[in-house]
């Protein structure tokens, strides 16, 4: 078929949809159908629907067909921080903060400028830390149930470069990656930008499907899993003990990776051991300040196995070079005053009340979520579409994030994720009750 033949057909599909005359929802022929219609190949009617889906203009659900995008919203929605409009109410990212952290932040600054060693501040750090913050990030850890030697800690710009030090370091394009069908977008983008061949399992009651896992690495050589088994994004749930040695006798029998994202735990206590203790020798375990301190703050860390280490600090070195030495000394500070354990309290606190007021806000509503998380899982009725009410929500000054970027599979549920720790607790309550309007359709 011509190339222009097929370029028109794209042409008009879009030029339809920008127009309005294909409203967003419209369900289009199916492929058979388009070939009837236009005469073409089932090759080129897939090609067409594919350069369509590619700009965001539609979106293919397997078993269901191809419907029209909701063009307003804008895409990377919950993966790329979007600037919210003046009086939005923004449910996309956690970024909680607590009335006193700007004092803790002077009087931590105060001190910093007071200290002897100022000077050492204004130079690199090494790769990975200075061995006395490596000492107190190895103490924080002890709160996780985590017992490592200084020397196999390392310290990084937040826990999102800690993932990317782990891929850069550890894997290589081509290795298998296994994660959940609904993960973490920083991850999920990470690999895809990294070439790792992503396969995605299944979830029974939030959790990993350990059956399937294990059909995988039959079939094929896994190279690592992703795992957030303490306090799961997007879902809230926490894996079971059992589950957990489950997953660390996997790892020793088929040779693979554990990496083990532990950014939201802090809000999951008590909670069961982390699988780096488990399987201490097949786990990298990756957390950080931003949320149990401020998001602001860009302090991450990696415990790994020893014989791991080096390729870490290679890949911390050519990537970063070293973390700001200020604002490691500030959160080091923080650490061993107590000022990060007695954060993390009061956010588990305030993460409770959130959660209570979202339960009785969205009452009858199905929602998934942790009692002490910073975020929630509502899946929308099957004749409601979420990119519509995704943009319903953004245009009456609401923003929320659909399942698609938490998406790791072919398909996406109808679901949004709601982040509660950003907003006063007024505006999230009157923010959740418009959620509650759209969501009903």
């Not at 294909?22 to 629907?49: D, E, K, N």
């Not at 996780?144 to 999102?160: D, Y």
């Not at 699988?275 to 415990?303: E, N, Q």
Request: charged letters at 20%; one cysteine or more.
């Amino acid at each position: 078929m011509p190339a222009i033949r097929y370029k028109t057909i794209v042409d008009d599909f879009s030029a339809r949809i920008g127009s309005g005359a294909l409203r967003p929802g419209t369900q289009l022929p199916t492929l058979r159908a388009l070939m009837r219609q236009h005469r073409i190949a089932l090759a080129t009617a897939s090609r067409v629907y594919g350069e369509l889906e590619a700009a965001g203009l539609v979106a293919a659900e397997t078993g269901r067909g191809t419907f029209v995008r909701d063009t307003s919203l804008p895409r990377g929605l919950g993966l790329e921080q979007q600037a919210a409009r003046r009086g939005a109410v923004d449910l996309t990212f956690n970024y909680p903060s607590l009335p006193g952290q700007a004092e803790l932040l002077r009087d931590g600054l105060r001190k910093l400028a007071g200290a002897g060693d100022l000077d050492a501040l204004l130079h690199s750090a090494p790769q990975g830390g200075r061995p006395h913050e490596r000492a107190s990030v190895a103490k924080h850890l002890r709160n996780r149930g985590i017992r490592v030697p200084a020397e196999q800690v390392l310290i990084v710009n937040g826990a999102q470069q800690g993932l990317s030090s782990v891929v850069l370091g550890l894997l290589k394009p081509g290795d298998v990656l296994a994660l959940d069908a609904l993960t973490y977008p920083g991850m999920k983008t990470l690999a895809q930008t990294f070439r790792l061949d992503l396969e995605a399992l299944p979830q029974r009651d939030g959790a990993t499907c350990l059956d399937a896992l294990e059909a995988l690495c039959r079939r094929r050589p896994v190279r690592a899993l992703y795992a957030m088994p303490t306090l799961h994004n997007p879902l809230g749930s926490v894996m079971a003990a059992p589950a957990r040695r489950r997953l660390a006798a996997l790892a020793e029998r088929y040779d693979f990776l554990i990496i083990e994202d532990g950014a939201y735990a802090f809000l999951a206590e008590p909670a069961p051991a982390p699988l780096f203790t488990l399987a201490p020798r097949r786990t990298v375990y990756v957390s950080g300040l931003s949320k149990s301190v401020a998001s602001g703050l860009r302090f991450g860390f990696v415990a790994a196995p020893a014989p791991l280490m080096p390729a870490l600090q290679r890949a911390i070195r050519v990537s970063t070079w070293s973390t700001p030495s200020l604002t490691v000394a500030l959160g080091c500070e923080w650490i061993e005053a107590g000022e990060v354990d007695a954060l993390e309290e009061r956010k588990r606190v305030d993460a409770r009340r959130r959660q209570s007021l979202a339960r009785r806000v969205l009452s009858g509503c199905a929602i998934t979520a942790h009692p002490s998380s910073y975020y929630l899982w509502l899946a929308l009725p099957d004749e409601l579409r979420a990119d519509g009410v995704a943009a319903q929500l953004e245009r009456q000054g609401v923003m929320v994030t659909t399942a698609e970027p938490f998406a790791a599979g072919a398909h996406a549920p109808h679901a949004l994720r709601l982040a509660l720790g950003s907003v006063a607790l007024d505006a999230l309550e009157a923010a959740l009750r418009q959620v509650r309007l759209a969501a009903q359709g």
